[in-house]
């Protein structure tokens, strides 16, 4: 299929065509969560299941996506945007915070966002691997946002005298793929802890790569 049906215009019971387009959009969404990341998963549904799921035609998914791999690709940017929008809150709320508090505050909100519900470890971690080149491109892009964010905290922490000042670039990329693969693990039940014991070991392990052993707190420059 070349692209997307063209989808209807104008006025429909008090609603314009631009929001019935994105109620349809947000249906076809959340039937995505469900099926995607649960049963059967996104390799096991198909586009009439998708669509009936959502309580909505096959012509009106055609309006809206090309195939179910725009849709896996559309809910896996929106299951990070939910996990974006909740650490960048934690970090206004801990503007000032010495570093330790300041990043279990992120790590809290990073952690509660993504593993409160099941079906987004699944989209974030499980289903999104393997499916095409684009959309590991995409994920990759979206881990190097994670990567940037923590790269960012670590300058800011330098600036302050909270930690050593050096590249960040891989450590930061390290980091975050422990991170990924503890939560991964730890809702595949495959960890046996709290949700706060992890937050506290996440924590620790970005406080020694920040304050490495020999480290004074001092800029040598």
Do not use: C
Request: overall charge neutral; hydrophobic content about 45%.
């Amino acid at each position: 299929m070349a692209g997307r049906l063209k989808a209807p215009t104008g006025r429909y019971g008090g609603k314009s065509a631009e929001q019935r387009q994105a109620e349809r959009r947000g249906r076809f969404l959340d039937a995505a969560l469900q099926l995607f990341g649960d049963t059967p998963g996104y390799r096991g549904t198909t586009v009439a299941a998708l669509s009936e799921a959502a309580g909505l035609s096959t012509r009106q998914f055609y309006e809206e996506f090309r195939s179910l791999e725009d849709v896996l690709a559309a809910l896996h940017l929106q299951v990070n945007d939910w996990a974006e929008k909740a650490v960048l809150a934690a970090l206004d709320a801990a503007d000032g915070l010495p570093l330790v508090e300041r990043a279990t505050a992120i790590f809290h909100a990073y952690a509660a966002n993504v593993t409160g519900d099941p079906r987004r470890i699944r989209i974030t971690f499980v289903e999104i691997i393997g499916v095409s080149p684009r959309l590991e491109e995409q994920r990759l892009a979206r881990r190097a946002r994670w990567i940037n964010l923590i790269r960012g905290e670590a300058r800011a922490a330098a600036e302050r005298g909270e930690a050593a000042r050096r590249d960040y670039r891989i450590a930061a990329t390290a980091f975050i793929g422990s991170v990924n693969g503890l939560l991964h693990d730890w809702s595949a039940g495959w960890v046996d802890a709290t949700l706060d014991e992890l937050v506290d070991e996440l924590v620790r392990q970005l406080v020694g790569i920040m304050q490495p052993p020999g480290w004074s707190g001092k800029d040598p420059s």
